[in-house]
T-cell receptor
Framework: GQQLNQSPQSMFIQEGEDVSMNCTSS?????WLWYKQEPGEGPVLLIA?????ELTSNGRLTAQFGITRKDSFLNISASRPSDVGIYFC???????????FGTGTRLKVLA | ETGVTQTPRHLVMGMTNKKSLKCEQH?????MYWYKQSAKKPLELMFV???????ENNSVPSRFSPECPNSSHLFLHLHTLQPEDSALYLC????????????????FGPGTRLLVL
């Protein structure tokens, strides 16, 4: 079946540092989504990407749809304690109608 | 209310109980989804409803029974669950075209944290 690898699994960083995480797939995707989930809540959409090479920002967050259409990354600049949570990637494989989710990157920011 | 809402937010039930989870979307979408989220595992798609018709049952045990009375409401009826069914159950909605292809992203509700004793 479809595989979606997300890394790193967890990160502990100092406040103010930049963060980078990525997702890779074994097949081509048409859409990449990045979500953040805080404890006790559902995932909240951060950024949606629809075209290969697309680079999109949302405040301090920047995400890119890889040229090969098999990967995507999310960067967070100047991290804050409020960035703590689990970040999920989700992709829509070409030719399918079901999103596949990564296992998440757990981010902890030390003040 | 805006977005996707779910009730209850927390539920504890015995293995012989019958309970129902409710989801309501206020986004005008025509597709709704149930996902199961267990610790350290990717989100697992359970059911998909497009235009109120069930289009996907991802090999979910019959002790989970979905119901979609209209495009804004989705239920998950629970009966004789097992302890391993304890998880966060997430509802999502999106807009799809006539063939079921997503036209935009999925929006999630806050989830129901279920504990089966």
């Amino acid at each position: 079946g479809q595989q979606l690898n997300q890394s790193p699994q967890s990160m502990f960083i100092q406040e103010g540092e930049d963060v980078s995480m990525n997702c890779t797939s074994s097949s081509i995707f048409n859409t990449w989504l990045w979500y953040k989930q805080e404890p006790g809540e559902g995932p909240v959409l951060l950024i949606a990407l629809y075209k290969a090479g697309e680079l999109t920002s949302n405040g301090r967050l920047t995400a890119q749809f890889g040229i090969t259409r098999k990967d995507s990354f999310l960067n967070i600049s100047a991290s804050r304690p409020s960035d703590v949570g689990i970040y999920f990637c989700a992709g829509l494989p070409s030719g399918t109608y079901k999103y596949i989710f990564g296992t998440g990157t757990r981010l902890k920011v030390l003040a | 209310e805006t977005g996707v809402t779910q009730t209850p937010r927390h539920l504890v039930m015995g293995m012989t109980n019958k309970k129902s989870l409710k989801c309501e979307q206020h986004l005008g979408h025509n597709a709704m989804y149930w996902y199961k989220q267990s610790a350290k595992k990717p989100l697992e798609l359970m059911f998909v409803y497009n235009f109120k018709e069930q289009t996907e049952n991802n090999s979910v045990p019959s002790r989970f029974s979905p119901e979609c009375p209209n495009s804004s409401h989705l239920f998950l009826h629970l009966h004789t669950l097992q302890p391993e069914d304890s998880a966060l159950y997430l509802c999502a909605s999106s807009q799809v075209d006539g063939s079921g292809a997503p036209q935009e992203t999925q929006y999630f509700g806050p989830g129901t944290r279920l504990l089966v004793l």
